[in-house]
């Protein structure tokens, strides 16, 4: 059994057609969709992310408006700069690019952030609405995960899910969004004690580590569905997951790629929420 690939590239592609459609309506209102990027030194990987996106955003009509500051940039100096934009009556998305330096306070300076202007769905009280079951903005590559996982045809009602991973912008709103669509959840992390087990009995393992190929195919329980939101650079410049693929194919009934898989879909839903944020602006929400 070889799994069916979840094509993010060609799913990215087909929602922000839709988008498109809707920043046209919010334009024929004289409302151009704005997402502003900040985006502090020079981190090569920040810097490829930050272009595909405004590339993205600039095929579909979105006007992206980039903030680039010195890596010395401080806490205070990004605040003002958040203040600006939050003020800004024709900015309708902000997005702070991470990880910031280490002398900046990235807790207060998404905490600054306008919810109503929070792309992301970093700001604390978009992910307590997310929470409660009521989300407004939804954190992109969780989003874009939940999207896959729909085309894999996998009822999720009462199937056992495996998270891994526990982070503020994908694992833990992973984890939420799941129990929301009734799924048995399981959360890793670190220190879980017996990881290959927690594998071996998911119908739906998402891995969101940060390790290259950590997750053995030999433990995917067969015909389980594997998204896998790993972006890992090898010395030779290769580009894997945190799931080992080719093993894990030939056991999944379906699997998401690395590249092509998470990473567009990513984008494509940062993208639908600046047009949400727009088109309330517009006043067609
Ligand atoms: N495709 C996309 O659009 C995106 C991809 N990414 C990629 O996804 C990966 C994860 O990103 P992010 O969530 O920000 O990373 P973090 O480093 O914030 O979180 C990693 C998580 O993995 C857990 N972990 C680490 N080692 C193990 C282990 N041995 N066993 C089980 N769990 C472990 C950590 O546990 P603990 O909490 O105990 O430390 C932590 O919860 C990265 O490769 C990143 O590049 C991220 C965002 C978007
Ligand atoms: N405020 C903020 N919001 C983010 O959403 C955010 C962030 N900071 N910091 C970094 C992470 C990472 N992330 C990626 C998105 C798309 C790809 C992507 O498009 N990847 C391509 C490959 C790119 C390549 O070849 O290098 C793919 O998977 O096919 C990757 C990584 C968003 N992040
Ligand atoms: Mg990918």
């Known amino acids: ?57 600039a095929e579909i009509g979105i006007e992206a408006r980039d903030h680039r500051l010195p890596a010395t940039t401080t806490t205070d ?50 992910l307590g609405r997310l929470m409660l079951g009521q989300p407004r903005f939804v954190a992109c590559t969780p989003q874009g995960c939940m999207l896959l ?41 670190s220190r879980t004690r017996d990881l290959a087990a927690e594998v071996a009995r998911a119908d739906v393992v998402v891995a969101a580590i940060g390790r290259p190929e950590f997750v053995r195919g030999e433990w995917i329980k067969p015909g389980a569905v594997v998204i896998d939101v790993g972006m890992n650079r090898l010395a030779d410049g290769r580009l894997v997951g945190d799931v080992e693929f080719s093993a894990a194919e030939a056991r999944a009934s379906a699997i998401t790629p690395v590249p092509g898989g998470v990473g567009p879909m990513t984008i494509a839903c940062l993208l639908n929420n600046v047009v949400l944020a727009a088109e309330r602006r517009a006043g067609l929400s």
Not at 14 to 22: D, F, H, M, N, P
Not at 33 to 42: E, K, R, S, Y
Request: charged share 25%.
């Open 77 to 126: 100096e990004l605040l003002a700069l958040v203040a600006a934009l939050n003020a800004d009556r024709t900015v309708d998305g902000i997005l702070v690019q991470l990880p910031l330096p280490p002398q900046c306070d990235t807790q207060r300076i998404l905490l600054a952030v306008d919810p109503a202007k929070d792309v992301d769905g970093f700001h604390p009280d978009n």
């Open 149 to 189: 996982l729909a085309d894999a045809g996998l009822p999720l009602a009462g199937a056992r899910a495996l998270v891994i991973g526990r982070s503020t912008i994908v694992g833990k709103p992973m984890t939420q969004l799941l129990v929301h669509a009734d799924a048995t959840v399981t959360t890793a992390h």
């Open 1 to 57: 059994m070889s799994a069916q690939r979840l094509d993010g590239k060609a799913r990215a592609a087909r929602l922000l057609g839709e988008v498109e459609q809707r920043v046209g309506a919010c334009t024929e209102r004289g409302v151009r969709p704005c997402l502003a990027v900040v985006l502090v030194g020079d981190d090569p990987a920040s810097q490829v992310y930050v272009r595909s996106k405004e590339k993205r955003a």
